[in-house]
């Protein structure tokens, strides 16, 4: 089983990847906008570059655990392990804010 302080290095290097997907984005108006469950529950290609760039890092890092994506992708692991992947990058982006979280 892999210690606590390896899967942070490993979430820190996921959440930088996202980082860097945004980052890229922040100085343009969002795109690709769509909805999910409600009109109101939006998603843009920003969110979904940013959950790209975290399953890019877990699916090398971490390709026998579960993985549960908030814009669509998943997968069963087998190591008891699972992570939960949500951006939320589209309402800091639309209004223009500056201001990108990440939690465990």
Known sequence: ????????AIAVRAADAAARELLARADRPSSGLGTKSTETDL????DRAAER?????LDAERP???LRAEEGGS???TSGFAWVVDPQA???MSRNTPTICGSN
């Open 64 to 66: 026998e655990d579960g």
């Open 53 to 57: 760039a975290v399953m890019d890092v």
């Open 90 to 92: 589209f309402k800091s």
């Open 1 to 8: 089983m892999a210690l606590p302080e390896e899967l942070i």
């Open 75 to 77: 997968r069963q692991g």
């Open 43 to 46: 998603v843009s290609d920003a």
